[in-house]
């Protein structure tokens, strides 16, 4: 597999000894490769990935994995800050609205597992960017084939149950596998179906909480107490 150093001077250290627990996957939300590629090596932006994976199959290496990339933002994921000293960014060249290319996905399926084994990251620490900041990012997007990872065992996938759909539930369920709930329901079911239910709407229903009851149940972790 060929990778094209691109450096971005758009990086540091990891915080605090943190080394990568997980990989997040992002849209450029670009119309063109080169300038995605551009922003993401200009200083006055701030922002980078360790990789952006070009629509026909190119591998970029902007950041090596272990500093720490400036692509996550505000956002947490199972009680945990600071994303971006955690995780591993791979910025994928799409739109947003259109289908990911399959010479860009047949490049993340081989680029993905590496990462994962030089770090001992699991499949449930595969996450997108919507998932650690609900309701403010919408990347990788509901075109983006979650489904496909899974079957290679790259990410999760919940079974096919249904459960009555109660909210509070819900949102205790969804903090239980990983996901902020300050942003309310709406926000959470939201990022939740972009994964999951990409072409689902309307309110909460039986099938969103059987998504996310086997989520907490198979995937959780234990969140810190609350302060008094």
């Known amino acids: 597999m060929q990778i094209t150093p691109c450096p971005s001077p758009n990086f540091g250290p990891r915080r ?3 080394t990568p627990s997980l990989v997040v996957l992002h849209y450029t939300a670009m119309p063109d490769p080169a300038e995605a590629l551009e922003r993401l090596c200009a200083p006055e932006h701030e922002v980078s990935a360790h990789y952006l994976l070009h629509r026909d199959g190119q591998l970029f290496q902007l950041v090596d ?3 720490r990339a400036w692509h996550a933002g505000a956002g947490m994921w199972r009680g945990m800050d600071d994303i971006n000293s955690r995780s591993v960014g791979i910025e994928i060249d799409n739109d947003g609205s259109s289908p990911f290319s399959e010479a ?3 490049q993340l399926d081989r680029i993905l597992p590496q990462i994962m084994d030089r770090w001992s990251i699991p499949a449930e620490g595969v996450i997108g960017h919507s998932d650690m900041a609900p309701g403010r990012k919408f990347d990788p ?3 983006f084939p979650w489904s496909r990872l ?3 065992e790259l990410t999760i996938w919940p ?3 249904e459960v ?3 909210e509070a539930a819900f949102l205790r369920q969804a903090a239980i596998f990983g996901y902020p709930t300050d942003t309310g329901c709406d926000a959470v079911l939201d990022a939740l179906r972009q994964r999951f239910r990409p072409w689902a709407h309307g309110p909460l229903d039986a099938r969103d909480m059987g998504i996310v009851s086997d989520l907490a149940k198979r995937f ?3 969140l810190p107490a609350p302060l008094a």
Do not use: T, Y
């Open 16 to 18: 605090g000894g943190l």
């Open 65 to 67: 994995e272990d500093k």
């Open 104 to 106: 860009q996905l047949a």
């Open 141 to 143: 997007g509901r075109r």
């Open 150 to 152: 899974a079957r290679q």
């Open 159 to 161: 079974d096919g149950s």
């Open 164 to 166: 009555a759909p109660d």
């Open 220 to 222: 959780g972790v234990d």
